[in-house]
């Protein structure tokens, strides 16, 4: 038998052996909730007699059900044998292989992957003579679909508001969506949304087959239930409707992704959707030092509406996290530098230093000045600033004004227009004589005439942005060049071939503002090819090894993580909160606090916040900062102010 007593913490074990009934475990950053949810299962089976196949055991990714399941098994043994674990759409998978004939799906259905599920659409938008390089690219259109399932919100409602005052017509969007799920019918296959979507229709018209779930699991638990969107959260209530016993396990103050359907009212809820909850509360925290948890403790106050907790540290004291003011992005880039070298020279290892951003061009400075410096470094964010596909797609141009034989960013600037590509653009090159001298009219003329009839019109835009430069081939201002091919092609283009254009344009006037304050082309170009350089030296080195290299990361990838020492960047207004965000939704102010709390709670020993004061603008003004609001509202004594360092 268990002794869960000595086992686990006081809170911990008033969670895991709680008598049955709806319950809701809060667990705030660092508290034990695998822990907790592991000794729950452990104790259902081991201590109350609950024959493993009578619990539901829901996740967000089969990893984490894995370890709760290895974990469980190395608790208790082979007795787990037979409990349900997975994610949602794993359980869905199994319910609809039994019984989707109820909705006209044989038991052998097909999943359809990414790549599936791009080819019918690229055959709803050819019957519906749509495919075209003025429309919605399939990803972007897939990405939509997803939204709408997954959101509170209605496809078409999402649609009509991101596309009503651009060339898209949000009714041809629907069209695509409208002849995509008849295909998929045909073809009687399920995506992975239509799992979930599937299911619970299938628990709505077949109330004797729900029933039949509703029996058969005793015990649901449920872990990271703050990130559970609208479906996600009535399959639970369907299926606790017998038992009422069901286990959530989350917390509110980590609510970050309702940007992908993700519903902050699901927990909040909770107690109103169970009268009889009984609410459990994890704030012993074993991560941080006490300093840091009271800045955690701080920032999040500023929440109102939420479930009250606060974190209590197990750990001997340490010292203050800091705030450095600093002057811009380039004294912030040095002084995460300087601070790297420092916290290695104190024995701290790189891998154990995380620097974490709001946006991904927020760490644009800090990637080239780590590159100049030969400090190793892993981006877990994505790919690294000028890798990005749109971060190379707008310096093509540029580098085509300074290299007019640069045959590569010829090709990748025309090959940007409808229906112009690979075999054209070659024929194109080689009629110019491999070099393209856009002064020179006559070989105007050929590209004019090369590209076609549908991309031409797209062409003579960008003609003048290419003209009014190329005298500028030694002079000072890429940022203007890539700031009129934005304003004139380069926006729509990104509309319409991705889902979050909004934040590629962000990056590319982030590059706009860098651009701007090089010398000249040629010092800009060399920025580039340094980062990309070094990037391509690091990856192809064998033996570089990751564990020398400190993180990079936004706070959303971040989470679940930890580091003994966590850098923010950019903790001014304007940055952190993101403006959009805040302008965007009611509840977004709440959200990007719940961002920063996170990025508080990641760091183990120390805490550093940048708070740059001013940002450089291409026209040589300044854009003045003050500290974020969720820095400001810290109290003084809880902090080490550093100006200028």
Same mark, same amino acid.
């Given at each position: 038998m268990l002794d869960l007593e000595k086992i686990l913490n006081k809170e911990q074990y008033a969670a895991a052996t709680a008598p049955n009934g709806p319950l809701l475990v809060l667990a705030a950053a660092g508290t034990g909730k695998t822990r907790t949810l592991v000794y729950r299962m452990a104790w259902l089976v081991e201590e109350k007699g609950v024959m493993p196949d009578r619990v539901l055991l829901l996740t967000f990714t089969n990893k984490a059900a894995r370890e709760m399941l290895e974990r469980a098994n190395e608790v208790i043994g082979s007795g787990i044998a037979g409990l349900w674990g997975g994610t949602f759409h794993h359980m869905a998978n199994r319910i609809l292989r039994r019984y989707g004939r109820h909705l006209g799906y044989p038991s052998d259905f097909p999943i359809?992957?990414?790549?599936?599920?791009?080819?019918?659409?690229?055959?709803?938008?050819?019957?519906?003579?749509?495919?075209?390089?003025?429309?919605?690219?399939?990803?972007?259109?897939?990405?939509?679909?997803?939204?709408?399932?997954?959101?509170?919100d209605t496809l078409e409602n999402i649609v009509y508001e991101r596309y009503n005052?651009?060339?898209?017509?949000?009714?041809?969007?629907?069209?695509?969506?409208?002849?995509?799920?008849?295909?998929?019918?045909?073809?009687?296959?399920?995506?992975?949304?239509?799992?979930?979507?599937? =299911?619970?229709?299938?628990?709505? *018209? /077949?109330? $004797?087959?729900?029933? !039949?779930?509703?029996?058969?699991?005793?015990?649901?638990?449920v872990d990271e239930y703050q990130d559970t969107n609208s479906i996600q959260a009535e399959l639970i209530d369907c299926l606790a409707g017998k038992h009422g016993n069901v286990f959530v396990v989350g917390d509110d103050f980590q609510c970050i992704y309702s940007w992908r359907g993700a519903d902050f009212k699901n927990i909040m809820?909770?107690?109103?959707?169970?009268?009889?909850?009984?609410?459990?509360?994890?704030?012993?925290?074993?991560?941080?030092?006490?300093?840091?948890?009271?800045?955690?403790?701080? =920032?999040?106050?500023?929440?109102? *509406? /939420?479930? $009250?907790?606060?974190? !209590?540290?197990?750990?001997?004291?340490?010292r203050k996290p800091r705030v450095a003011i600093i002057r811009d992005g380039y004294d912030q880039a040095r002084y995460v530098v300087r601070m790297i070298d420092q916290l290695k020279y104190e024995g701290c290892k790189a891998s154990e230093i995380a620097v974490l951003y709001r946006a991904h061009f927020h760490s644009m400075e800090l990637q080239l000045e780590l590159s100049r410096a030969k400090v190793p470094h892993v981006i877990t964010s994505g790919l690294r600033f000028f890798e990005q596909k749109h971060i190379k797609d707008v310096c093509s141009v540029?580098?085509?004004?300074?290299?007019?034989?640069?045959?590569?960013?010829?090709? !990748?600037?025309?090959?940007?227009l409808p229906r112009v590509g690979e075999r054209t653009t070659a024929k194109i090159w080689q009629k110019l004589g491999n070099r393209f001298d856009v002064m020179d009219p006559a070989q105007r003329d050929i590209v004019n005439q090369g590209v076609g009839v549908v991309a031409r019109p797209l062409w003579q835009s960008i003609e003048p942005v290419l003209t009014d430069y190329i005298g500028e081939r030694t002079g000072r201002d890429a940022g203007e060049i890539i700031a009129r091919f934005l304003d004139v092609f380069y926006k729509g283009y990104a509309t319409k071939n991705y889902d979050n254009a909004d934040r590629r344009v962000d990056d590319i006037k982030e590059l706009m503002l860098h651009a701007g304050r090089c010398d000249t082309i040629e010092a800009f170009l060399s920025d580039m090819a340094l980062l990309t350089n070094t990037d391509t030296a690091q990856s192809s080195d064998n033996s570089f090894d990751n564990n020398a290299s400190i993180r990079l990361s936004t706070v959303h990838q971040a989470k679940g993580l930890e580091w003994s020492v966590v850098i923010i960047l950019w903790a001014s207004e304007g940055m952190f909160p993101s403006p959009r965000s805040v302008d965007e939704s009611i509840e977004g102010e709440a959200e990007e606090r719940r961002l920063f709390y996170v990025a508080v709670t990641r760091a183990k020993d120390d805490l550093i916040i940048c708070a740059p004061e001013m940002r450089r603008l291409r026209d040589g003004g300044v854009l003045f900062h003050d500290p974020s609001r969720f820095v400001n509202e810290i109290p003084q004594e809880l902090l080490t102010r550093v100006y200028n360092p």
């Open positions: 359809i992957d990414r790549d599936d599920a791009r080819t019918i659409v690229g055959q709803s938008l050819k019957e519906l003579k749509l495919n075209s390089k003025d429309f919605l690219k399939k990803d972007v259109l897939l990405s939509l679909f997803g939204t709408g399932v997954n959101s509170k005052e651009t060339a898209i017509d949000p009714g041809d969007v629907l069209s695509v969506h409208k002849m995509y799920e008849k295909k998929k019918r045909e073809l009687n296959a399920m995506d992975f949304d239509d799992l979930l979507v599937n =299911c619970l229709l299938l628990f709505r *018209e /077949q109330p $004797q087959i729900l029933e !039949r779930y509703q029996e058969k699991f005793q015990h649901i638990l809820s909770f107690p109103e959707r169970y009268p009889d909850t009984k609410i459990h509360k994890l704030e012993t925290n074993y991560r941080s030092v006490p300093e840091v948890l009271a800045v955690a403790n701080a =920032c999040i106050a500023g929440n109102p *509406e /939420q479930f $009250q907790k606060e974190l !209590r540290a197990t750990r001997a004291p340490y540029v580098k085509l004004i300074a290299t007019p034989s640069d045959e590569l960013s010829f090709r !990748r600037m025309l090959e940007l």
